[in-house]
């Protein structure tokens, strides 16, 4: 059945047509980002970097919105890696108020939409501000039960399988588990990700062709969309055609 896009208004009503390709039963659950390229974009226009993160940030709320009409089970943003710390400081700084910043402007309009904000990644590593007001979305939105907007932040993957195999033999070490107690399904249960569905399609902007330390246990079998748009640039019809193009591709997991 054609999907209707609700978030469209009324003058861009001519891209429900465009849209009706898209069919919901093959939609995918979940959908990973890597928001690449906001530095290049602020180059271009001979603007400092952080301009570019702002102007990233607005289109987090552009695709989020998107993401939310097309009734997605869960988009994961990759918003501050692990490595983003060797940053100069002062973009650094400026980064780690995005999320205040951003959940100050859209956090109501989030409620309305039923959207549940989660994070991904080493939480007590971040600045107080920081985790407060991400603390507050996530506890003002705990009850919603649409989009699981699930944000990365200070998220590396190593790290997350580490400290999950360290989780586990502290666990051992208790008594609680042994090692033949370990396969695939319970050591997921380890991860940050444990709540969510493995990403069906991964969507990297920007032109670099690599998961740079992002979901790499739980990317196995995800369907990877790449562009040379830069991040504030991508826009719905972009991410319409990622997820048109998903959809005409056979997924195998590794059968025939
Ligand atoms: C950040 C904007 C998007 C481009 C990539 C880097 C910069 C939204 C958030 C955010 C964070 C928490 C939350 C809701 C939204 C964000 C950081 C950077 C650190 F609950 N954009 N954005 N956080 N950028």
Redesign the pocket.
Known sequence: MPIKLPFLGKKNKHKQKQQDALQKEALPKHVAII?DG?GRWAKKRGMPRVAG?KE??S??KKIVTAASGYQLEALT?Y??STENWRRPKAEVDY??K??ME??NTYLPELVEKNVK?Q?IGRFDGLPKHTRD??EK?KDRTKGNTGLI?N?A?NYGSRNELMEAMKSFLNDVQAGNKSAEDLNEESFSEYLYTKNLPDPDLLIRTSGEQRLSNFLLWQSAYTELWFTDVL?PDFDEQLFEKALSDYQKRKRRYGGI
């Open positions: 928001m906001n993160h990233g940030m289109n987090v943003l918003a501050f980064l780690m995005l999320p951003f959940l904000v994070t007001a991400v979305a907007l944000i932040l991040w």
